[in-house]
């Protein structure tokens, strides 16, 4: 398999041995170039940190990340950061773009930070994508959350990264601006090649999606191909009572 | 990356405008120093009568300590001022009259005097009212018995003129035009008035029209060679006038470089204190940059950058404005009479260097310190609540906090061990820094321990604001020690400098009262007291004893002296005549009978050090340079830091500027009441006022609160200063706090319990802040009140104390209330969408 991000028995725990909490508790999989995968699970299975260890903003306890062959945890953290700059694109649920800088300014960020002189056809074509030409003198405060979201996809985009990661990035989305977001990442699936891989506890979102992975307490414990939102939520049901079956002493 | 961080700054105005304030108070204040010692170094002191006179010979005021060593080229040379002005032999004005490219020498000698109705001026010759030149409005040159005045009179006029306590007549023979009060007799007058016959205040040089300036100071450098004595040009001229000049620009370098210092130190803590916590408050954004590819690197240039871009225009302004602030302080200090009026402040582009310099410098440290922690934020707060911290003791901040406490103890104990009396107090300025510093690097570990201690009561007292609050300082303990810092910095720099200043004071009126045992005390409105006048006082019935005194400053010549400064020995002047009755001193061996003629009476411990004793001779330097040979006649046992010599009045005198000894000591019969005696000894003689004990040490006290004052100005100064490093950070902290507070609003909190919570919330940062403050205080002022007067409180009123502490809470709840009206204004729903 073509496998852009691979994860193998990966670890993450949170404060000291004794009253830690495991967030994630040996978790192997791989993303494959160009398809769209959706992370669910119950709020607190571990989904973001999931999320965070794969895309190198977090490292995990132990537990390997390999992106396209790299093994995350031989980086510094500064060739860790170039990495995320050039070959990882971010969306955040909330809080994605600087409020004092310009649309056209946020998405051109993560090239400024190259030090990289954004060509200008490039960052047209990328706004177009989102649908977002017009508005690119405006700052954020001057946009629906949809349009903010939108922004923080062209600015995931703008690098054409190896995988774009996106934490919830329709939870605080009314239905209507979520479909538009979805629908852009999926078009960027589809037509760009981009892989995406998504965190989200919405049945609807993760139809969106190729493939959907399930997480509870810190584990994969299911996955989905082609799914549609009603699987999607019959096994989320089943999840969350299964998760609820689950003694407490599998939480160290 | 700093058009990035340039860009942003539109979004923190507040935190930019702190910082920029803090910025550039610290340029004011350094640059205001800086100006200070320019002056001190320049000393330029334009020549008001001898302004004449391109060039002016004085004696060297400077000289060297004796070496410990003499073969030793190792051995530092270090030199000082003398206090008393040293004179020229009158010979000196023919061989400079001789020089080639001299016109003419003329002597000047001041002399001071009382003119009746109008009070002390100053006398001088004749001759030397060409050196101006002075030019006579009305009449004629004085002839004997004859006067010249400035002003009020007329020609034909007699007037009555005091000198030393006697009264002469003269007849005005005319009038010149001088800005300032002036008298002028013949010369030969003059020399007949005068304590120095045969000597000169100064010659002035007219030199021959035509002639090279350069190459007749030259000759006359040759000409004056093994005199002693200098030649000066320009505005340095005026240090022969001014007696004490010299003095007074020493006295500014030290007190400059001293607060200088301080000004800097004070300014890095701020500065670093206000950019921390603009850091604190950017920590989502920093998380979001760092999360999409900023390197640590990177967000460390920015934070720096954007810090000293800052800083460029913030010292640029600041700059500016310190040569005022500093014209101010000078003028202050002048109007004491601690710098001469005669001194010009200058302020160059040295200290604008200095300045600029050193903020930039500042700033560079505080913006690496904030910049690596900017660095340090972790990319995965972007999603977090970023405004809750967690870390608060970092390694590297609990090795420099050792470090600190460190340096602190070792001051403490070095004070204790090896200091006495007020010298004790210069470890103050460093030891209160070195405590603020130290209790700020571990502040939110303090804090979290006083926030224990006082949330129980609070929440007992103080209901659901209470409640509220208290959680708050729970969670946020970290952003809490951000804004207990700069408070702890105020009330601890504040309290310790005037408490400091209040004991030392206390301390010395203590040690003069108890060295006076004068029932009056006679002194002159000249300065001076005829040397005849003590033995009339001796024939007034009632007298017991009466003695002369004179003080002036002193150095050990041979044999070396180690445990002399370049500040010299204190010398008191008495007569050994009276001394018994008047004199406070209890001689441990020999007699205050034998102080006569040359001869010391000399502290216990430092005849120890001299490894001399009664009966064996030293070399002494006296306040004029002038070299004696004394023969020890007894010892004392002297109070710690207050060790005096004892020599003769008149001896004493002889060396002085004056040239005479300033009071009279008089002892009453026993059972004869002191104020009848004052009333007999009253009309003795003219402008001698006679003051009772109680006049005499209210008098010291009163000169006491002149030294203070420069220190209480200073120390004002950098209250100022953390004061508004205070509402900085509370005004800072309060505003990025908006959306908290829509939120609170919106779960159904009314306004007035959040401004409650606010209340609360600031009560409990002050009271944490004048904790930590007293704490600074009390671990810098104890070895000092142990050394000198063995108590463990200092001296002064305790209101200053509450002062202090009311002004800081006055502050801080006014900066947190405002602030927090200002955000309650919109609507809650408005205020939770706005940016953070
Ligand atoms: N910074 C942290 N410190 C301590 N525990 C954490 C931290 N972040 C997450 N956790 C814990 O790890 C577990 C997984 O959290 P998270 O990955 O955020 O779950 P999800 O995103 O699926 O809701 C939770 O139990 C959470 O409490
Ligand atoms: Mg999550």
């Known amino acids: 398999m073509n496998a852009v991000v691979r994860v193998v028995d990966l670890r993450r725990t949170y404060g000291g041995r004794d009253t830690g909490v495991t967030a994630l508790d040996g978790v192997t999989t791989a993303f494959a170039r160009a398809s769209f995968t959706a992370v669910m699970g119950p709020s607190g299975s571990g989904k973001s940190t999931f999320l965070h260890c794969a895309a190198g903003l977090d490292r995990p306890t132990s537990g390997t990340v390999l992106l396209e062959d790299q093994d995350l945890a031989e980086l510094s953290e500064t060739e860790l950061t170039r990495l995320r700059r050039d070959r990882i694109g971010f969306v955040f649920q909330a809080f994605n773009l600087l409020p004092a800088l310009t649309v056209q300014d946020n998405v051109t960020l993560p090239l400024r930070l190259a030090g990289r002189r954004p060509k200008p056809a490039l960052v047209r074509q990328v706004l177009e994508q989102v649908g977002l030409a017009e508005r690119r003198r405006n700052l954020p405060a001057e946009l629906s959350g949809g349009q903010q979201q939108r922004v923080a996809i062209a600015r995931a985009l703008v690098t054409r990264p190896a995988v774009l990661f996106a934490d919830e990035p329709t939870g605080a989305l009314d239905t209507r601006t979520a479909a538009e977001v979805l629908g852009l990442l999926r078009a960027s699936v589809d037509g760009a090649g981009q892989t995406v891989v998504m965190v989200t506890h919405d049945p609807v979102a993760a139809a969106y999606a190729d493939r959907v992975v399930f997480l509870a307490d810190g584990r994969l414990v299911g996955e989905l191909l082609d799914p549609t939102a009603e699987v999607v939520a019959e096994r989320m049901t089943h999840l969350g009572a299964w998760a609820d079956r689950v003694p407490t002493g599998a939480r160290r | 990356m700093i058009r990035l961080a340039l860009r942003t700054l539109r979004r923190r105005k507040g935190s930019f405008v702190a910082t920029f304030v803090a910025m550039t108070f610290g340029a004011v204040i350094v640059m205001a120093c800086g100006g200070l010692m320019e002056t001190g170094i320049r000393s330029d002191v334009p020549p008001h009568r001898l302004a004449g006179a391109p060039l002016v010979v004085a004696g060297d005021q400077s000289h060297e300590l004796p070496r410990q060593n003499p073969d030793d080229p190792e051995e530092d040379v270090e030199s000082s001022t003398l206090v008393e002005r040293v004179r020229l032999d009158a010979g000196l004005v023919s061989t400079l009259a001789d020089v080639p490219g001299v016109e003419s020498a003329v002597p000047d000698v001041a002399v001071p005097v009382l003119l009746a109705g109008a009070g002390p001026v100053e006398a001088h010759g004749w001759a030397s009212a060409a050196l101006r030149p002075y030019a006579t409005t009305a009449g004629a040159a004085p002839g004997r018995g004859e006067v010249v005045l400035s002003d009020g009179h007329r020609v034909g006029d007699r007037v009555e003129v005091v000198v030393a306590g006697r009264a002469l007549t003269f007849t005005v023979s005319g009038l010149v035009d001088s800005p300032e009060p002036l008298l002028f007799l013949a010369d030969t007058d003059l020399e007949r008035i005068s304590a120095h016959p045969g000597k000169v205040d100064a010659i002035g040089l007219r030199t021959e029209p035509g002639a090279d300036l350069g190459q007749v100071r030259h000759e006359v450098g040759e000409a004056l060679r093994g005199t002693g004595a200098v030649v000066l040009t320009g505005d340095d001229r005026g240090l022969a006038e001014f007696a004490g000049a010299a003095r007074a620009s020493e006295d500014l370098i030290v007190l400059a470089g001293v607060f200088g210092g301080m000004a800097i130190s004070i300014a890095l803590f701020v500065v670093a204190t206000t950019l921390g916590l603009s850091i604190q408050q950017r920590q989502r954004e920093l998380a979001l940059l760092r999360a999409i590819g900023t390197t640590p690197r990177q967000l460390r240039r920015m934070v720096l950058g954007e810090a000293l871009v800052t800083s460029l225009f913030a010292t640029t302004l600041g700059s500016f404005l310190g040569v005022p602030f500093g014209q101010w302080l000078f003028d202050r200090l002048a109007g004491r009479g601690v710098v001469p009026e005669a001194m010009v402040f200058s302020s160059g582009w040295i200290p604008m260097v200095v300045a600029v310099g050193s903020a930039l410098l500042i700033t560079l440290v505080a913006g690496l310190v904030a910049g690596h922690r900017a660095a340090r934020s972790r990319p995965t707060e972007a999603l977090a609540d970023a405004a809750l911290q967690r870390r608060w003791l970092s390694p590297v901040r609990l090795i420099l906090a050792v470090l600190c406490f460190g340096g602190g103890i070792a001051l403490f104990i070095v004070t204790i061990a090896v200091m006495t009396g007020p010298i004790a107090a210069s470890t103050a300025g460093p030891s209160v820094l070195l405590w603020a510093v130290g209790l700020a690097l571990v502040g939110p570990g303090v804090t979290r321990v006083l926030l224990a201690v006082f949330r129980g009561p609070v929440r007992l007292v103080a209901g659901v604001p209470g409640y509220l609050a208290a959680l708050n300082t729970r969670t946020r303990t970290v952003r809490m020690a951000a804004v207990v810092v700069p408070v702890m910095l105020a009330t601890g720099t504040a309290t310790a400098n005037i ?338």
């Open chain 2, 499 to 836: 408490y400091l200043q209040t004991t030392m004071v206390a301390v010395a009126n203590e040690a003069f009262a108890e060295s006076l045992r004068a029932d009056l005390v006679l002194t002159s409105s000249t300065g001076g007291l005829d040397p005849d006048l003590v033995d009339e006082v001796r024939r007034v019935p009632g007298v017991a004893a009466a003695s002369e005194f004179a003080g002036s400053t002193v150095f050990v010549g041979a044999p070396y002296d180690d445990s002399q400064t370049e500040d010299g020995w204190p010398v008191q002047g008495i007569s050994a005549e009276g001394a018994a009755l008047t004199s406070a001193v209890r001689l441990s061996e020999g007699s205050l009978e034998d102080l006569r003629g040359d001869t010391v009476v000399l502290p216990v411990e430092q005849a120890a050090t001299l490894g001399r004793g009664v009966g064996d001779g030293i070399t002494m330097r006296m306040g004029d340079g002038a070299e004696v040979d004394v023969r020890i006649v007894g010892l004392y046992p002297a109070r710690e830091g207050f060790e005096t010599l004892l020599m003769p009045a008149g001896l004493v005198a002889e060396h002085t500027t004056l040239g005479l000894p300033t009071q009279i000591l008089v002892r009453a019969e026993p059972g004869l009441s002191p104020a009848v005696l004052a009333e007999e000894l009253g009309g003795l003689a003219p402008g001698v006022a006679v003051a009772d004990r109680e006049a005499v040490t209210a008098g010291y006290a009163e000169q006491q609160e002149i030294g203070a004052w420069i220190n209480y100005l200073m120390a004002g100064m950098f209250v100022a200063y953390t004061a508004i490093s205070v509402v900085n950070s509370l005004v800072m902290a309060t505003a990025a706090r908006r959306r908290e507070f829509g939120l609170h609003r919106l779960s159904g909190a009314t306004r007035a319990q959040v401004m409650g919570m606010m209340t609360v919330e600031a009560l409990l940062t002050v009271a944490i802040g004048i904790v930590l403050g007293t704490l600074v205080t009390a671990a810098t002022l104890l070895p000092f009140t142990l050394v000198t007067d063995g108590s463990v409180l200092p001296s002064g009123p305790v209101w200053i104390y509450l002062a202090v502490a009311g002004s800081a809470t006055v502050l801080a709840l006014g900066a947190t209330l405002v602030t927090t009206w200002l955000a309650l204004r919109p609507r809650p729903a408005e205020a939770t969408v706005a940016p953070a």
